[in-house]
């Protein structure tokens, strides 16, 4: 190509020379290798958002080279240009009628990304900057392979909705670190909501069609708790991991000390036995569950072997193991109303007659008397109901007990909703709050019931119902004096309009809009105008 160039670059100077013109005809799509993007081609740009330098193509390439004079190289004006292309273009453009197979390997080898027709972006996390061949395959290959955004057989796949809805991001390996910003994290692939979305923190289900247990984990690297998905399992996300998804890993068939929802009653947990006398199959939690759901696929179920395998759990649970070393209250309703039942650490044994195949949700404690709950919302008065928490202890103490019964209710799929919950647990709001919502429908919490839930369950103290009366509670202190367990008061003492739990080191939880499925959620110190030092 080059020397071709240049000889037409000979002949152009000759001719102008003998006063000839020379006239060369524009084809319909310019020749590949020339640096820019014309239809029928496949084209790599060196930046981001394709930017920068183009490197075209309309065939496949099994190995792009090294090192110039002989690598395939970035032709187009722009930064990058004259660079080797392996391992440095960061976005592509697939003007041509095919998908395109992007290799982090030589020889069409190791990881890949389909590249459709017309798609125009990123690289993804694995390949930005790590490509180093591609090839042409046709049509057959458009939903083919890992991060194509199309759950297929031998994949596992996250979906960014609840029931397997949304967008989908798809895998045929182990990722230890998602990321969390575009160009460079995993994202949801698939068409529907949150389509480009960061993966990490933000998927609700998943469908594991490989042949091998997926373990999802809290952290990043494969730490922290975890969920164990056995093959074929499609459903939620448990509540420890649900939109707070950071690695996973195909770790081949399940074993012993797989984990919480691993169908196995391990140490540390509290397990669901389907029949009486702690037989048949088990379904076993590490945190508390307001709603256990009553269909398949979003329902807890029980995961072990043995009779009543995959049924829900609401209401068929006959014998209980409680492994961890709190009390564990099982509920008669959902979010932890009606009557219950105290499951001592270490009790193994019957649910009692109450309870008995009516179990719809458990709650561990750190007392030893079971909180009653009004199981409502709608304004809690500070009348009718027992059961507040501990209020024995030192200050310290007490604090470590409320910000434990404010972080109880985060990851649990709450919402913001205004005049919702209780001292007793989160509740359906009213309407309509200030800006005009209609919450009578919407399970969750607003920020005074929150932190009245935090302070009832945590250490007996009666906050109140609105911001109003919660700055009564206790001694004013400025915002570069909060410790932890303080109130933080957004506006004026006499004029407050929001409140949050301070944790320390910068972070606090709330309960605040969006009204979504994280509005009960754990963020860092964005404002707020003075503290409050409850009296305790």
Same mark, same amino acid.
């Given at each position: 190509?080059?020397?071709?160039?240049?000889?037409?670059?000979?002949?152009? @100077?000759?001719?102008?020379? @003998?006063?000839?013109?020379?006239?060369?005809?524009?084809? *319909?799509?310019?020749?590949?290798?020339?640096?820019?993007?014309?239809?029928?081609?496949?084209?790599?740009?060196?930046?981001?958002?394709? *930017?920068?330098?183009?490197?075209?193509?309309?065939?496949?390439?099994?190995?792009?080279?090294?090192?110039?004079?002989?690598?395939?190289?970035?032709?187009?004006?722009?930064?990058?240009?004259?660079?080797?292309?392996?391992?440095?273009?960061?976005?592509?453009? &697939?003007?041509?009628?095919?998908?395109?197979?992007?290799?982090?390997?030589?020889?069409?080898?190791?990881?890949?990304? &389909?590249?459709?027709?017309?798609?125009?972006?990123?690289?993804?996390?694995? @390949?930005?900057?790590?490509?180093?061949?591609?090839?042409?395959?046709?049509?057959?290959?458009?939903?083919?392979?890992?991060?194509?955004?199309?759950?297929?057989?031998?994949?596992?796949?996250?979906?960014?909705?609840?029931?397997?809805?949304?967008?989908?991001?798809?895998?045929?390996?182990?990722?230890?670190?998602?990321?969390?910003?575009?160009?460079?994290?995993?994202?949801?692939?698939?068409?529907?909501?949150?389509?480009?979305?960061?993966?990490?923190?933000?998927?609700?289900?998943? /469908?594991?069609?490989?042949?091998?247990?997926?373990?999802?984990?809290?952290?990043?690297?494969?730490?922290?708790?975890?969920?164990?998905?056995?093959?074929?399992?499609?459903?939620?996300?448990?509540?420890?991991?649900?939109?707070?998804?950071?690695?996973?890993?195909?770790?081949?068939?399940?074993?012993?000390?797989?984990?919480?929802?691993?169908?196995?009653?391990?140490?540390?947990?509290?397990?669901?036995?389907?029949?009486?006398?702690?037989?048949?199959?088990?379904?076993?939690?590490?945190?508390?569950?307001?709603?256990?759901?009553?269909?398949?696929?979003?329902?807890?179920?029980?995961?072990?072997?043995?009779?009543?395998?995959?049924?829900?759990?609401?209401?068929?649970?006959?014998?209980?193991?409680?492994?961890?070393?709190?009390?564990?209250?099982?509920?008669?309703?959902?979010?932890?109303?009606?009557?219950?039942?105290?499951?001592?650490?270490?009790?193994?044994?019957?649910?009692?007659?109450?309870?008995?195949?009516?179990? *719809?949700?458990?709650?561990?404690?750190?007392?030893?008397?079971?909180?009653?709950?009004?199981?409502?919302?709608?304004?809690?008065?500070?009348?009718?109901?027992?059961?507040?928490?501990?209020?024995?202890?030192?200050?310290?103490?007490?604090?470590?007990?409320?910000?434990?019964?404010?972080?109880?209710?985060?990851?649990?799929?709450?919402?913001?909703?205004?005049?919702?919950?209780?001292?007793?647990?989160?509740?359906?709001?009213?309407?309509?709050?200030?800006?005009?919502?209609?919450?009578? &429908?919407?399970?969750?919490?607003?920020?005074?019931?929150?932190?009245?839930?935090?302070?009832?369950?945590?250490?007996?103290?009666?906050?109140?119902?609105?911001?109003?009366?919660?700055?009564?509670?206790?001694?004013?202190?400025?915002?570069?004096?909060?410790?932890?367990?303080?109130?933080?008061? /957004?506006?004026?003492?006499?004029?407050?309009?929001?409140?949050?739990?301070?944790?320390?080191?910068?972070?606090?939880?709330?309960? *605040?809009?969006?009204?979504?499925?994280?509005?009960?959620?754990?963020?860092?110190?964005?404002?707020?105008?003075?503290?409050?030092?409850? &009296?305790?």
């Amino acid at each position: 190509m080059r020397r071709a160039s240049a000889l037409l670059a000979v002949i152009s @100077l000759v001719a102008s020379i @003998l006063g000839i013109a020379v006239g060369v005809a524009a084809p *319909a799509s310019a020749a590949a290798r020339d640096g820019v993007c014309d239809g029928g081609e496949f084209c790599y740009y060196y930046n981001s958002n394709n *930017a920068g330098s183009v490197s075209d193509f309309t065939a496949s390439v099994s190995d792009y080279g090294t090192t110039q004079p002989s690598c395939y190289d970035f032709k187009g004006s722009g930064n990058g240009q004259g660079d080797c292309i392996k391992n440095n273009a960061a976005s592509v453009w &697939n003007r041509s009628g095919e998908t395109v197979r992007v290799y982090f390997n030589t020889g069409y080898g190791g990881i890949y990304q &389909n590249i459709g027709p017309g798609y125009k972006g990123q690289l993804m996390a694995e @390949l930005y900057n790590n490509n180093a061949s591609h090839q042409f395959v046709g049509t057959a290959g458009t939903d083919t392979g890992a991060r194509s955004g199309t759950c297929e057989s031998g994949e596992f796949c996250y979906y960014y909705n609840s029931g397997n809805a949304g967008s989908i991001s798809d895998f045929t390996e182990s990722a230890g670190n998602y990321g969390d910003a575009q160009p460079t994290c995993y994202d949801f692939k698939g068409a529907g909501a949150g389509q480009g979305q960061c993966i990490k923190n933000n998927a609700a289900s998943v /469908w594991n069609r490989s042949s091998k247990t997926v373990r999802v984990y809290y952290n990043s690297y494969y730490g922290g708790s975890y969920q164990d998905i056995a093959p074929g399992y499609k459903g939620q996300l448990n509540s420890t991991v649900y939109n707070n998804n950071a690695s996973h890993q195909f770790i081949g068939a399940p074993s012993a000390g797989s984990g919480s929802r691993s169908g196995t009653c391990e140490s540390g947990e509290l397990c669901y036995y389907y029949n009486s006398g702690n037989a048949g199959s088990i379904s076993d939690f590490t945190d508390s569950v307001g709603d256990y759901g009553t269909t398949q696929p979003s329902c807890y179920d029980f995961k072990g072997s043995g009779n009543g395998q995959g049924e829900c759990i609401k209401n068929n649970a006959a014998s209980v193991w409680n492994r961890s070393d709190q009390t564990v209250c099982v509920y008669y309703n959902s979010y932890y109303g009606g009557s219950s039942q105290e499951l001592a650490p270490g009790f193994k044994g019957q649910l009692n007659g109450t309870l008995y195949n009516n179990n *719809a949700s458990h709650k561990f404690i750190s007392g030893t008397e079971c909180p009653v709950s009004s199981g409502g919302g709608g304004g809690d008065t500070g009348g009718g109901g027992t059961g507040g928490g501990d209020t024995s202890g030192t200050y310290s103490e007490k604090v470590e007990r409320v910000i434990a019964a404010a972080l109880s209710q985060t990851g649990q799929g709450l919402s913001y909703s205004w005049d919702g919950g209780d001292r007793y647990g989160p509740g359906y709001g009213v309407c309509c709050s200030p800006s005009g919502y209609d919450d009578r &429908n919407r399970w969750g919490f607003d920020c005074s019931e929150f932190m009245n839930y935090a302070f009832w369950q945590g250490a007996g103290i009666y906050l109140g119902t609105y911001t109003g009366a919660q700055v009564n509670k206790g001694t004013v202190v400025s915002m570069s004096n909060l410790r932890r367990g303080d109130l933080i008061f /957004w506006g004026g003492y006499s004029s407050t309009y929001h409140v949050a739990l301070y944790l320390g080191n910068g972070q606090m939880v709330e309960a *605040a809009p969006p009204r979504g499925t994280n509005s009960v959620h754990v963020t860092n110190v964005y404002g707020g105008d003075f503290g409050i030092r409850v &009296n305790m």
